[in-house]
């Protein structure tokens, strides 16, 4: 159990404990799970259709199986996190540990993963996501004991998710650099280039973790799955942030999903769609420090409520006037991408509520519940990627054709995750109100 001082147990007159420097070097050490996130699940699965040792059918499965195996790994891994005694430093030593094997299958996945039988393969995917969640759920939890103030945890995860921005242009643009000064690059090039990334992430994480101070964790009892389950259903605000979680990650899952459709048949820009997703990206950099600064002030629920209703705004508006040729349609991604910051909000949001969590568990389960707002972000991804193919095959969407339906495809890019937002929006009103009953300032 994490026994360090939480933020609602910290006099409101004491200083905040962020520097400057612990929040830069927090922010760093998101760098390697970052790296192999969104653009990793962009470039694996056709690099490894591509290699013709198992059929492209068995490439959707190794996926999707990979993807229930996150459902059952991350809440173990989170309470694992929380109940196994390692002392002053607890989160550190289970990312380092983490590091090595995440490094090790990277390489392997990148050079020879293509020519792997189904089993090997699966194997390898089912080791490498497993240290990748046990390095994420340490680094977001032991952020959550950094924290005194909700102003802290929305600095400390703002520039978080800053970070994560700037890591993920990276990640698109060196495949793109790669394929601009090796004319015909291999696919397994392009990767390669991508991977590199994630090397020189590493050792700038391994240094930014020596960096951040230790916080002590303290192992208890379990207190088994049942009252975990009971606990967790029992305490409605936490209850309402998971579905926010579902609802703004399923909102992003649709437009990444179907942004390359859109670009190619409604934009009529198939060759820019590349360029237009990274710009996307830099919009979400130029973003997050403002949407951070305003959490702060205004307080984050009031915020994202705005972002979504921001990104809303500019979907429904091109149903009446879409952007014109590239120059507009970067604007667009510019702006579009100010919306990708969800996480932000919702991963400070959790940090504020452990406290009230841990008060009415008599004990600390910051990992366990970082593993399920995690757990939700990945369903939500998954269910949205699920839900927008299912509507293009019933609204008849050819993707050798799409000018066909080029308006049903707009229709759907639209008002698909607007529609998500605003059930968001309400769930955000309704963890307001519960709050309300018990003031805790998120």
Same mark, same amino acid.
């Given at each position: ?158 520039? +978080? ?134 959490? +702060? ?146």
């Amino acid at each position: 159990m994490a026994t360090t001082a939480l933020p609602s147990t910290r006099e409101p007159s004491e200083p905040s404990a962020l520097r400057p420097r612990t929040v830069a070097a927090y922010a760093a050490t998101a760098g390697p799970t970052v790296i192999l996130g969104l653009p990793f699940s962009v470039y694996l699965p056709p690099y490894i259709a591509e290699g013709g040792a198992i059929s492209v059918a068995l490439v959707g499965l190794l996926f999707s199986l990979t993807t229930i195996w996150d459902g059952v790994v991350d809440p173990l891994i989170g309470t694992m996190v929380d109940r196994v005694r390692t002392g002053i430093g607890a989160h550190r030593r289970w990312m380092l540990l983490a590091i090595v094997p995440l490094s090790l299958l990277l390489l392997a996945l990148v050079t020879v993963g293509d020519l792997l039988p189904f089993a090997a393969l699966f194997g390898m995917m089912v080791l490498f996501y497993s240290s990748y969640s046990l390095y994420e759920v340490a680094q977001l939890s032991w952020g959550a004991t950094l924290v005194r103030s909700p102003a802290d945890s929305a600095l400390l995860y703002g520039m +978080r998710d800053w970070f994560a921005k700037i890591a993920l242009i990276l990640a698109f643009a060196a495949p793109a650099a790669a394929q601009l000064l090796i004319p015909g690059i291999s696919l397994q090039g392009r990767i390669m280039a991508y991977a590199s990334i994630f090397l020189v992430m590493v050792p700038i994480a391994l240094f930014a973790i020596s960096r951040v101070p230790p916080r002590a964790v303290v192992a208890e009892p379990g207190i088994g799955w049942r009252h975990e389950i009971r606990a967790s259903l029992s305490f409605p605000p936490l209850m309402l942030l998971l579905g926010v979680q579902f609802l703004n990650s399923f909102a992003f899952g649709s437009l990444t999903s179907l942004f390359v459709f859109f670009a190619a048949s409604v934009l009529d820009l198939d060759a820019q769609s590349a360029v237009l997703l990274f710009a996307s990206f830099i919009g979400g950099a130029l973003a997050s420090p403002v949407w951070t600064f305003l959490a +702060r002030r205004f307080g984050k629920p009031p915020m994202m409520i705005a972002m979504g209703l921001l990104i809303s705004g500019m979907l429904v508006a091109t149903l009446f006037q879409q952007p014109k040729g590239i120059g507009q349609a970067v604007g667009f991604s510019l702006m579009l991408g100010t919306g990708f910051v969800g996480l932000l909000f919702t991963y400070s949001m959790l940090a504020d509520l452990i406290p009230r969590d841990a008060a009415r568990c008599g004990r600390g389960r910051s990992a366990f519940l970082f593993a399920l707002l995690n757990l939700m972000q990945k369903f939500g991804v998954a269910a949205a990627i699920a839900v927008s193919y299912l509507m293009l095959d019933i609204v008849g969407f050819d993707p050798q054709n799409g000018e066909a339906a080029a308006r049903e495809l707009h229709l759907l890019f639209a008002l698909q995750p607007t529609a998500s937002w605003i059930i968001m929006a309400g769930l955000l009103l309704l963890m307001q109100r519960e709050l309300a009953r018990a003031p805790v300032r998120l």
